[in-house]
C-alpha cells in the first residue's frame, strides 16, 4: 500500500500559452507523476493534439501547490 499521495497537475505550455489542467491526479511521488507526463505527452501525440512539428510544446508537472516541479520538451523523443 502507498503511503502518502500528492496530488499533481499536468499543464501543456506552447509558447506563451498555457493549457492547464484543473483537475490533476493523485500520485505517491515524483516518479510516479513523471512517468504519467511521459505517457499523457505520448497520448496527445498519437491522438493529433500537439503538432510538435510547427509548434514548442513543453510538459509541466506541477506540485499540489501548482508550482512547476519538472518540465520537458513535447516532441519526437518523448516517443521512444
Known amino acids: 500500500m ?3 499521495m500528492s496530488r499533481y497537475y499536468f499543464n501543456v505550455r506552447r509558447g ?3 493549457f492547464v489542467d484543473h483537475a490533476g491526479v ?4 515524483l516518479a ?5 507526463a511521459v505517457k499523457d505527452a505520448v497520448k496527445l501525440i ?10 514548442r510544446y513543453w510538459m509541466e ?3 499540489n501547490q501548482r ?4 518540465a520537458f520538451p513535447i516532441g519526437p ?3 521512444h
Not at 32 to 36: F, L, Q, R, V
Open 26 to 29: 493523485m500520485l505517491p511521488g
Open 2 to 4: 502507498y503511503g502518502l
Open 46 to 55: 498519437r491522438q493529433g493534439q500537439i503538432d510538435w512539428v510547427h509548434h
Open 77 to 79: 523523443v518523448t516517443m
Open 32 to 36: 510516479e507523476a513523471w512517468t504519467w
Open 61 to 63: 508537472v506541477c506540485d
Open 16 to 18: 506563451s500559452t498555457v
Open 67 to 70: 508550482c512547476a516541479v519538472v
